[in-house]
């Protein structure tokens, strides 16, 4: 229980905030309604971010740490890019988009879960991490797809919300990677 | 993660954690531990020791480094069972190329293993004077049983487990 603990805290830890605006830049297209299709996409992001995170604990892929930190910055950005240029529309088949910045998210995590854990509890402590991890994300994407619903109720236009929202998040992230570039 | 200029060893991470396993020694009768921990942030720790004087942590020799970490750990690790406290006291450093390995004992006198049983506390507040997000997790492992857990400002960096 220790390790999905720390699993859940991870996503839900506001001072690591790079990957609450990931998620938050996932679901931009996504409603309520379609809450199904979201922990789909979410579910692609965990399997990506295990298998890398395993890979790069047992330093099977070594990637400098402030080049992988530069990638998930980008990730974000490349999300609400493509979601813009979508104009907020699921795309279908475009899941793997999920997976494939689950591998580069996963890669940032891998010297921290080596350092946690010891030769004994490396595999078996991996499950629960990241089934922590995985329900992390579920509740933190209902609530964003709650607040959209409560937003749409009220303002009666999400449009505009997403866009606000997509400004705010591209802000974040570019100012993310410029930061991560001066290493 | 921001470098700071006083540090020389430079082990980049985004996280601020050490790992602590705790082993009943039934034929030593004590208990022995080993603290996981970042060079960086040890260095810092030990920078922040010597504050007072005109001196930094690199520059002092082997047996100065020594009295320093003893000096900290002792007043950052304590050890209790069922409310009677146990002197930790350090017993050496291990410097591998990413981090820092310190060892302790507390000795339980003529205990019995069944003796042993009932609530540990342990309070370990590691590196917590130093960074606020601070995480000292701790594996204790009681007659072939381990109980893993955090020691974190939420929990005021205390932990109890019962065996």
Redesign the interface.
Known sequence: M??FN?GVRHITDL??YDHMLFLLALTLPFSFGQWKATLKWITAFTLGHSISLALAATEVIRIP??WV?LGIAITISMTVGYHLINGFKVVQGAIWLSGIFGLIHGL?FG??YS??T?ND?FWWAWIPFNLGIEAGQVLVVLALLFVYWAVEKILRNTKATKWMLSGMILTLSIQMILDRLSF | MAQDPTVHTKVRHEFYVTVTDFHIDIEKRKITGLVKTFPDDWERAMNALLREKVIRYVQLDSNQRAALHAQYLEQHIQLDLNGEAMAVEYFGTSTGPDEVYLLFMAEYGDKELEDLSGNWTITHTLLADIYPSQENIVIFHYDGRKRTNSCRESNEYRLNFDF
Do not use: T, V
Request: glycine share 6%; hydrophobic share 35%; net charge negative.
């Open positions: 220790f390790y720390l001072e690591a740490s402030h930190e940032g010297s921290y350092f946690i010891q509890s």
